[in-house]
């Protein structure tokens, strides 16, 4: 007697797929969503994860199909265009990544993450004034981050713009996140320094060179 085999629905290898995600089985996940996309090629909830988890996988070529489908069958969902600008960013199309970004946040305007990435961008991107403005909007709606880099950030864009006060408070946040780190220690020198108050500015510097006698920056 030959037993039935049960033939999984589109839906059903989507939930696998979630629980596999959510355990960080990200490859077993992957599989699981392309069979479900496979059964149903409409699945924009199926495309939204198969988009994430490629992402997480760090194969953003590959993302960007998955998430692009996952947009026109779900085109006001902002956490697809949050994916679709990651991936657009990673592979270094940084209008296409403002764009998603910026239409993220036109749907949904309190979405934290999308602040964080485009403060990130515009900051790579030399553009302190866009990167304040959007790390400003960021910790706004997530008051309580502990990410120093996003402070250090936030600080050498308020050093830039002559800030220099709120950049000591930023750049204050970063190192007591993270104390010792060199660059932050630098950072903090040199906004004592440019608040013209030199004393602690070498204090900084040499606390630099203690962690790391060959930094550049401190020596300098």
């Given at each position: 007697?030959?037993?039935?085999?049960?033939?999984?629905?589109?839906?059903?290898?989507?939930?696998?797929?979630?629980k596999?995600?959510?355990?960080?089985?990200?490859?077993?996940?992957?599989?699981?969503?392309?069979?479900?996309?496979t059964?149903?090629?409409?699945?924009?909830?199926?495309?939204?994860?198969?988009?994430?988890?490629?992402?997480?996988?760090?194969?953003?070529?590959?993302?960007?199909?998955?998430?692009?489908?996952?947009?026109s069958?779900?085109?006001?969902?902002?956490?697809?265009?949050?994916?679709?600008?990651?991936?657009?960013?990673?592979?270094?199309?940084?209008t296409?990544?403002?764009?998603?970004?910026?239409?993220?946040?036109?749907?949904?305007?309190?979405?934290?993450?999308?602040?964080?990435?485009?403060?990130?961008?515009?900051?790579?991107?030399?553009?302190?004034?866009?990167?304040?403005?959007?790390?400003?909007?960021f910790?706004?709606?997530?008051?309580?981050?502990?990410?120093?880099?996003?402070?250090?950030?936030?600080?050498?864009?308020?050093?830039?713009?002559?800030?220099?006060?709120?950049?000591?408070?930023?750049?204050?946040?970063?190192?007591?996140?993270?104390?010792?780190?060199?660059?932050?220690?630098?950072?903090?020198?040199?906004?004592?320094?440019?608040?013209?108050?030199?004393?602690?500015?070498?204090?900084?510097y040499?606390k630099?060179?203690?962690?790391?006698?060959?930094?550049?920056?401190?020596?300098?």
């Amino acid at each position: 007697i030959n037993s039935a085999q049960t033939t999984k629905t589109a839906i059903q290898d989507y939930e696998e797929g979630i629980k596999l995600q959510d355990s960080k089985k990200y490859a077993e996940a992957m599989v699981a969503f392309k069979k479900a996309i496979t059964k149903n090629p409409n699945y924009k909830e199926a495309l939204y994860s198969a988009g994430w988890i490629s992402n997480e996988l760090k194969k953003y070529a590959e993302a960007l199909p998955y998430l692009q489908r996952a947009k026109s069958l779900w085109p006001k969902e902002p956490k697809v265009y949050l994916e679709l600008g990651y991936a657009c960013e990673k592979l270094d199309k940084k209008t296409d990544a403002i764009d998603n970004y910026s239409k993220c946040l036109s749907i949904k305007p309190g979405y934290a993450l999308a602040y964080k990435y485009l403060g990130i961008l515009y900051y790579d991107d030399y553009n302190y004034e866009k990167a304040l403005e959007n790390i400003e909007l960021f910790i706004k709606y997530e008051p309580d981050t502990k990410s120093d880099d996003l402070y250090y950030r936030k600080a050498v864009s308020e050093n830039d713009l002559g800030k220099y006060n709120d950049a000591l408070v930023s750049i204050n946040k970063a190192n007591d996140l993270n104390p010792n780190n060199v660059k932050f220690l630098n950072e903090l020198g040199y906004t004592y320094y440019l608040l013209k108050n030199k004393d602690d500015a070498l204090q900084y510097y040499d606390k630099a060179l203690v962690i790391d006698p060959k930094s550049l920056t401190a020596l300098n």
